[in-house]
């Protein structure tokens, strides 16, 4: 019997001790702003045919504290697909934004390129791209807008250049897998958040889980645009990376960029 009572006394200190640490986890987990709403600093721009840090045409800027994707200055778009990475590899994270195309698409983007864009997860490392590399290894959270109210454009889906994931124990082999998003038609600002772990990758919109992932590799399509020492990776699991905002040729804008870091 005493060593009865003894067992439950260490399991109540244990469980006590445990939810104690959680708790002080979670408390230490606040929201960090990654975008001043002043200039680019700490992010860096990588544009297909230029070399990492030349922000071509100033394509990326920011203006009246929000972060712009701007065509103005281009006479035509000729596959100058850019990413504006942040400084900083993250592996656990919960990362959120409000975003919204606005304006017309460039002359010369390509017609699946309308209201299209993205947020790169797990990029590679952005000086380790090619200088013609038009696209990072990473995970993207596409983000679409409606262009035609017959035809559904739902955002938040997942497209996989360069790499392969598993839903529902089964690996995704498409590049772009379709999310349970609504369409958006107008130009009003749209919430966007991604969780990031070790065991599960979750993407939402408005603050509707519309899909989720897990056990991500290096793999698949677009893999050959990278370097030789990339390619040499296939079957690697990713297990962190950067986060890039994507430039296809329609202009967008992003504002309220915050990371939460996870233990």
């Known amino acids: 019997m005493k060593q009865h009572y ?9 469980v006590f001790f445990s939810c104690k640490n959680q708790k002080a986890t979670s408390e230490k987990a ?22 990492l840090g030349n922000n071509y045409k100033n394509t990326f800027r ?7 994707v701007s065509y103005d200055n281009y006479d035509t778009f000729t596959k100058q697909f850019g990413h504006l990475f942040y400084e900083k590899s993250y592996q ?43 696209f990072p290894i990473s995970l993207e959270a596409q983000l679409l807008g409606g262009t035609n109210v017959n035809i559904k454009r739902p955002s938040g ?49 408005n603050n ?10 290096i793999g698949g399509q677009f893999l050959e645009t990278a370097s030789n020492d990339i390619q040499a990776r296939s079957g690697e699991k990713l297990k962190g990376g950067f986060i890039s905002l994507q430039s296809e040729s329609h202009p967008i804008e992003f504002k309220n960029i915050q990371i939460m870091e996870l233990q």
């Not at 920011?62 to 712009?68: A, Q, T």
């Not at 369409?183 to 070790?198: C, G, H, L, P, S």
Request: glycine share 6%.
């Open 6 to 14: 003894l067992l439950i006394f260490v399991l109540f200190f244990a």
């Open 30 to 51: 606040e929201w960090k702003s990654i975008f001043n709403g002043k200039n680019l600093d700490g992010w860096t721009p990588k544009i297909a045919g230029y070399a």
């Open 62 to 68: 920011v203006e009246n504290g929000i972060l712009k």
């Open 92 to 134: 656990n994270y919960r990362l959120k934004l409000q975003y919204r195309f606005a304006g017309k698409q460039v002359n010369g983007g390509e017609s699946w390129a309308t209201k299209n864009s993205g947020i790169m997860l797990y990029c590679q490392e952005p000086k380790t791209m090619l200088l013609q590399q038009e």
């Open 157 to 205: 889906n997942l497209c996989t250049p360069g790499t392969h994931v598993e839903i529902n124990n089964e690996k995704i082999i498409d590049h772009c897998i379709i999310s349970d998003s609504e369409t958006f038609y107008d130009d009003k600002w749209i919430d966007a958040e991604i969780i990031v772990t070790d065991t599960i990758i979750e993407h939402y919109i």
């Open 208 to 217: 509707k889980l519309v899909i989720s992932y897990n056990n991500p590799t």
